[in-house]
DNA sequence: TTGACATATCTAGAAAATTAGATATAATAT
DNA sequence: ATATTATATCTAATTTTCTAGATATGTCAA
């Protein structure tokens, strides 16, 4: 986990949001893909049309940008059939919020 | 404090090795100063000269740079004379982690 | 196999950040 | 008053980030 990749990946809004919607994911993405059984695909997280539809931006960007953070390790992803379902990367942020109390 | 300015300022090397040298100012910047009394410059920061040395970039974005991690509440200044010092802002240093560990 | 759909990748123009030189301001010393 | 020094601000060139359209890839259904 690389501390900067990490601001760089937080420090826009739709990113950051992104972050937080994950936290609660039945709250935020309420109805949800039904592409799978309500537990397998929250455990699995939200996939990317969800998330595309939730943040008002194109298709390519959110590709990107979840890309992105999954490069910074706040996110990781599985997939199943043909959508791929982004969830939090708990143990990173985890440790990120360590590095961030003892070492700034 | 606003999250997104605090990723920001730090989402950039040069800026949170700043904000780390000011951690432990008499470590960072031992031949520091000498205009004012040690206790009272390393009480009220760093001069922006010697973070410009150390920083080994041009006075005019070691300048900006403060301004912008001044803006984003993570650091303070006071002006003895000719210098200005530069000071971690331990209170949105210490809210940002806070929020970090539970908003995100 | 073909068609439809979800996502990823490529490409490029627009916007923002980075950076330093030039100049302005403010304080001190002569 | 003038010269010097420290810092701030202005300006502009370069680099990076943002963003979306176009296209490619992979999967499923008919």
Redesign the interface.
Same mark, same amino acid.
């Given at each position: 986990m690389e501390?900067?990749d990490v601001? !760089?990946a937080?420090?826009?809004?739709i990113r950051?949001n992104i972050?937080?919607w994950l !936290?609660e994911p039945e709250k935020h993405f309420p109805k949800q893909g039904a592409h799978l059984p309500k537990e397998v695909s929250y455990k699995g997280g939200v996939c990317v049309g969800d998330i595309q539809e939730k943040a008002k931006t194109s298709q390519s960007t959110v590709s990107h940008y979840l890309n992105m953070m999954q490069q910074a390790g706040l996110l990781e992803s599985v997939r199943y059939g043909k959508w791929t379902y982004y969830r939090r990367n708990e143990e990173t942020?985890r440790q990120?919020?360590e590095y961030?109390?003892t070492?700034?």
């Open positions: 501390p900067i601001f !760089k937080l420090s826009n809004e950051l972050l937080q !936290k942020i990120f919020a961030f109390r070492e700034i």
